[in-house]
């Protein structure tokens, strides 16, 4: 089945020439094809890689237009563009570093797609002394055969955490490197375990997430698609949890329980929200759609949709007003969509 959420290739390419590319597509498939990409992700290319200190992988796609028109071709033809851009990366990061080839051969190049190079990597990690790599690897993969749509959710997370992530130059380097993409696709493998009614294992992996990425996330708690964890240290979501689509958490956060319930005690989380650096949430309290919760805040009470809250405890400072863009990350990329109004609304504007 083809890959049907994907925006188009321009909107993926990251640090090259996104004009390079819409122009290899407007030729690959025609004036038609082409201007309806054009529209749909308009593109500049005002700064040559000479002038602009581009990286040698800018400097070589922008000189070889045939490998571009190559990966044009490819991604059109592909059932998955996204690894296709993936393994396009790899090749160009292993031909400029030797000493990096052996593992970008063996953890990308020589994988067939994002199902079993995920499978293999989190099964190297995950190995211990109860679970070595093999039997890692034919748990994994019984979990995609049980829930095919996690595969589509490692690809979604995979984008936002490449595009949200200024630090993070290409989807190569968050598929390898990246800990907080590296929690939350063991978090999905683990929840869709802990509903199959195993637990004992779930929560086996809930502690290897912990240990090896710094997130305890409990295998319970239900999230929605395209979730970004800036680095995943130090962040805690309890078991009851329930977090909406295109979900932002920054280092440090916690969606936790209050201390006084018992049974359904944790935050929900609409689509769109930010949660930033140190924050806490606790209690059964519903956080509305696109709110942005500041730095250190400490939200006891529900947050109404669109506005931002501060402070200990935190309350709402400024109101936002919703885009026309999509909330969901995959179309509209970002908090951008959002804008302010007015700074206090006890004050009316």
């Not at 400490?298 to 949709?305: G, H, N, S």
Request: hydrophobic share 40%.
């Amino acid at each position: 089945m083809a890959f049907v959420h994907m925006p188009p290739p321009t909107v993926l390419w990251k640090g090259e020439t996104r004009a390079s590319l819409s122009r290899a597509a407007n030729e690959e498939i025609g004036t038609e094809g082409g201007k309806e990409a054009e529209q749909r992700a308009p593109v500049k290319d005002t700064v040559s890689s000479e002038s602009s200190g581009a990286s040698p992988s800018m400097e070589l796609q922008s000189k070889s237009p045939s490998r571009i028109q190559d990966l044009v071709r490819l991604l059109h033809a592909s059932e998955d563009p996204l690894w296709e851009l993936v393994k396009f990366e790899a090749e160009t990061s292993a031909a400029q570093d030797d000493k990096a080839a052996g593992l970008i051969q063996q953890r990308v190049l020589d994988r067939g797609g994002i199902q079993s190079a995920a499978r293999d990597f989190l099964a190297t990690k995950l190995q211990g002394s109860n679970l070595p790599a093999t039997k890692m690897k034919l748990l994994i993969d019984s979990v995609f055969q049980e829930e095919p749509g996690i595969v589509q959710d490692l690809r979604e997370d995979l984008l936002v955490a490449t595009m949200r992530d200024s630090s993070i130059p290409s989807l190569l380097a968050a598929f390898l490197f990246s800990k907080g993409y590296h929690a939350v696709a063991t978090y999905r493998i683990a929840h869709s375990i802990y509903s199959q009614g195993r637990e004992s294992l779930a929560r086996y992996l809930q502690s290897l997430n912990s240990e090896l990425f710094g997130a305890d996330i409990h295998p319970a708690c239900c999230v929605g698609r395209a979730l970004y964890l800036s680095s995943g240290t130090c962040v805690v979501i309890g078991e009851t949890a329930k977090l909406g689509d295109d979900v932002i958490i920054m280092q440090g956060v916690t969606l936790g329980g209050n201390g006084k319930e018992r049974g359904d005690r944790h935050p929900k989380l609409g689509s769109g929200v930010l949660v930033a650096a140190g924050s806490t949430v606790l209690g059964n309290i519903p956080i509305g759609d696109g709110v942005i919760i500041s730095a250190g805040s400490v939200v006891l009470r529900p947050v109404p949709e669109y506005t931002r809250c501060s402070g200990v405890p935190a309350k709402v400072t400024s109101v936002l007003r919703k885009h026309k863009e999509n909330v969901l990350s995959i179309q509209g990329m970002g908090q951008s969509h959002f804008v302010e109004i007015f700074q206090d609304p006890q004050r009316g504007g």
